[in-house]
């Protein structure tokens, strides 16, 4: 079965400064890991994607994620917050089998960014 | 890229009405929808698995005769939420699959909807 830890369930920020969302994970198979963020009120966009190509992924708006199978961690950074970047970050796991099956969210961590 | 539309995006009804929510994929066909709920400050519970011209795959837990879905076409599936309580108030996200040979799981999510029951 697969599950996925997320560490924060709040960061703080300063504008400017790095951010680092924590996400550890558990697999059965190679899995696909996701990122996801929420504004208030709205649906889930898609900041990036692992799936099983270049370990270091880049996403929209300045993010990125590093896959470390040794550590089960999927951990999403961005060297700069933005205020527009206050929201709720879900990390995502789903085992890759080939076809569209459930997948399996964080319980996801709140990013505060203040000035 | 895909987008996916959920409608209405707000819904306030009164104590034992029923409330249909609509989820489309507006440039893709989407064999398999997934149906959402959220709570306050919590993360997604998966309610149903939507395939179109099959039956719902729901949740255990989930009462199948109180979330109605319906995947009548590759580009709409429907929540009813029959017989509402204040219990049902929540946050309901759809979310497709894209159809295609080499399927990556990508999941594209509508913008939710609210519903607030009186």
């Known amino acids: 079965a697969q599950s996925v830890t997320q560490l924060d369930s709040h960061v703080s920020v300063s504008e400017g400064t790095p951010v680092l969302l924590r996400c550890n994970y558990s697999?059965?198979?190679?899995?696909?890991l996701f990122w996801y963020v929420q504004h208030p009120n709205k649906g889930l966009q898609l900041l990036l994607k692992y799936t099983s190509a270049a370990t270091l992924v880049k996403g929209i708006n300045g993010f990125e994620a590093e896959f470390k199978k040794s550590e089960t961690s999927f951990h999403l950074t961005k060297p700069s917050a933005h205020m527009s970047d206050a929201a709720e970050y879900f990390c995502v796991v789903r085992d890759y089998t080939g076809t569209a099956s459930k997948l399996t969210f964080g319980t996801g961590t709140r990013l505060q960014v203040t000035l | 890229g895909a987008v996916v539309s959920q409608h209405p995006s707000r819904v306030i009804c009164k104590s034992g009405t029923s409330v249909k929510i609509e989820c489309r994929s507006l440039?893709?066909?989407?064999?398999?929808m997934f149906w959402y709920r959220q709570f306050p400050k919590q993360s997604l519970m998966l309610m149903a698995t939507?395939?179109?011209?099959?039956?719902?795959?729901?949740e255990q837990g989930v009462e199948k005769d109180k979330f109605l879905i319906n995947h009548a076409s590759l580009t709409l599936s429907t929540l009813t939420v029959t017989s509402a309580h204040p219990e049902d108030s929540s946050f309901y996200i759809c979310?497709?699959?894209?159809?295609?040979?080499?399927?990556?799981?990508?999941?594209?999510f509508g913008e939710g909807s609210r519903l607030t029951v009186l």
């Open positions: 440039d893709f066909q989407a064999t398999t």
């Open positions: 979310s497709a699959s894209q159809t295609s040979g080499g399927n990556t799981g990508e999941l594209f």
């Open positions: 939507s395939n179109e011209g099959s039956k719902a795959t729901y």
């Open positions: 697999s059965s198979y190679s899995p696909s």
